[in-house]
């Protein structure tokens, strides 16, 4: 009788102890990896951390078993870029064993939709903004998977905010070094046949026009081949420099920066990107002339009319960088600098420059300080010192991005990359305080 009952109770402990060992296995399920064996999950979970965001259940490869249809449930998560849509709205993507991972907020970071791209299209490494990956509003995106051994270059498109998404192949065997669309129809994809393997500052380039949204691409320019037999590689961007950025004000007028032997050089269009000439030269400012290089990012103009914008300039001293900015008010015809009264910023946030909301509202964080523009740079304020700012500048030292929708509202993604974590913060009066979203 003992025996029996000691082998009941040996077998009722056994029995709870498969059931506790089921119930700690789902719990523990992260729906963002639900294909992958418990030993990758690990792995995922190691390697990509930081973002702990509230996902909404939809039916997606994301969603949790048996959770309430009522309830988001929590991942974790590596974020490496972000664009805001809205005051409340915004993206934010990574990349986790070669899945992108795009999610869309609508209400400042509360919840958050995966409006990833099916995982069978891979990617090498994360899309940054402008350069291959591209969205006008919630609705219209596009994403760029070059082909870098994996397959051919596509550019993915959505017209629903994710939800479905279809593609296009580029013609040639080339790499996507910018997009940028100007509505849902008319966008600009320029790319090189020669990236990984050109000689230094030498870039072969072929702008493509899509006037469908992305179905379609149609060659508009390039710089080899018969363009050149029939000198027209005069008019077309140069093959000497690396692509900083492109950028479009309307349907004719763009505007790209190249890197030229660690100095940067404007080219615009003003035939929807068939012919080109050279900008305004850098060099020429005598503020710049003791720089040992110069940097630079893409031309942003403000507003609908999109007559005033901006784009930043650094000079590049020893281990520092100080930056200022050059201005136009009249479409990017003519570009005044402005020199900006401010620190330099050195060590791993060197490349990190100012952001500006309009030709006169501006920001720039430096040594974990928050400072304010409201004259083009002319004077900077030092916001009061946030201690949340502080604490996560502490465990996520290097600045990814930053970037304000209003007077109010703006976004900063922090990292610590040697251990691939990452943490997306917001601010909602001006950069005086900060959370995480």
């Given at each position: 009788m003992k025996r029996s009952m000691r082998k009941a109770l040996f077998i009722w402990i056994t029995l709870i102890f498969v059931l506790t060992?089921?119930?700690?296995?789902?719990?523990?399920?992260?729906?963002?990896?639900?294909?992958?064996?418990?030993?990758?999950?690990?792995?995922?979970?190691?390697?990509?951390?930081?973002?702990?965001?509230?996902?909404?259940?939809?039916?997606?490869?994301?969603?949790?078993?048996?959770?309430?249809?009522?309830?988001?449930?929590?991942?974790?998560?590596?974020?490496?870029?972000?664009?805001?849509?809205?005051?409340?709205?915004?993206?934010?993507?990574?990349?986790?064993?070669?899945?992108?991972?795009i999610y869309v907020t609508?209400?400042?970071?509360?919840?958050?939709?995966?409006?990833?791209?099916?995982?069978?299209?891979?990617?090498?490494?994360?899309?940054?903004?402008?350069?291959?990956?591209?969205?006008?509003?919630?609705?219209?995106?596009?994403?760029?998977?070059?082909?870098?051994?994996?397959?051919?270059?596509?550019?993915?498109?959505?017209t629903d905010g994710g939800q479905n998404w279809n593609f296009a192949t580029l013609d040639d065997e080339v790499n996507v070094l910018g997009i940028y669309f100007m509505d849902s129809k008319m966008g600009w994809a320029l790319a090189s046949s020669d990236s990984a393997n050109s000689a230094e500052d030498q870039q072969e380039k072929v702008l493509y026009i899509t006037k469908d949204g992305g179905n379609t691409w149609e060659k508009v320019m390039q710089n080899t081949g018969i363009y050149e037999a029939k000198g027209l590689a005069t008019q077309a961007i140069p093959k000497f420099g690396k692509l900083v950025g492109m950028s479009f004000r309307d349907r004719d007028h763009g505007f790209v920066t190249l890197e030229q032997q660690g100095k940067p050089h404007l080219y615009m269009t003003s035939d929807s990107g068939k012919t080109w000439k050279s900008g305004p030269d850098f060099e020429k400012n005598t503020k710049m002339s003791n720089c040992h290089a110069l940097t630079t990012g893409k031309p942003q103009f403000f507003g609908d009319s999109k007559t005033a914008g901006w784009m930043n300039i650094g000079c590049v001293t020893d281990n520092q960088t100080?930056?200022?900015?050059?201005f136009t008010n009249d479409a990017g015809?003519?570009?005044?600098?402005?020199?900006?009264?401010?620190?330099?910023?050195?060590?791993?946030?060197?490349?990190?420059?100012?952001?500006?909301?309009?030709?006169?509202?501006?920001?720039?964080?430096?040594?974990?300080?928050?400072?304010?523009?409201?004259?083009?740079?002319?004077?900077?304020?030092?916001?009061?010192?946030?201690?949340?700012?502080?604490?996560?500048?502490?465990?996520?030292?290097?600045?990814?991005k930053l970037q304000f929708f209003s007077a109010n509202v703006g976004w900063l993604l922090v990292a610590k990359n040697e251990e691939r974590r990452s943490l997306l913060m917001q601010t909602t009066d001006g950069g005086k305080t900060w959370h995480v979203l």
């Open positions: 060992a089921c119930q700690s296995s789902t719990s523990d399920y992260d729906p963002a990896a639900d294909k992958a064996s418990s030993q990758e999950l690990k792995k995922i979970q190691t390697e990509d951390q930081g973002q702990t965001i509230t996902l909404n259940h939809t039916a997606t490869s994301d969603t949790k078993q048996g959770a309430p249809a009522e309830k988001g449930y929590k991942i974790q998560t590596r974020l490496t870029d972000f664009q805001l849509l809205s005051a409340s709205a915004g993206l934010a993507w990574g990349v986790t064993r070669n899945e992108l991972r609508q209400d400042s970071g509360g919840t958050w939709d995966n409006v990833s791209p099916a995982q069978t299209v891979t990617f090498s490494e994360p899309p940054t903004y402008g350069k291959d990956i591209f969205f006008l509003n919630q609705n219209n995106g596009w994403v760029v998977r070059n082909a870098s051994g994996v397959g051919e270059t596509l550019i993915l498109h959505t100080s930056y200022n900015g050059y015809k003519t570009w005044n600098f402005a020199p900006f009264a401010l620190k330099a910023q050195t060590g791993v946030n060197q490349s990190m420059g100012p952001t500006f909301l309009n030709n006169k509202i501006g920001w720039s964080v430096v040594d974990g300080v928050v400072y304010r523009t409201t004259n083009q740079g002319k004077t900077w304020t030092a916001l009061p010192v946030n201690n949340t700012l502080q604490r996560t500048l502490n465990n996520y030292p290097e600045l990814a």
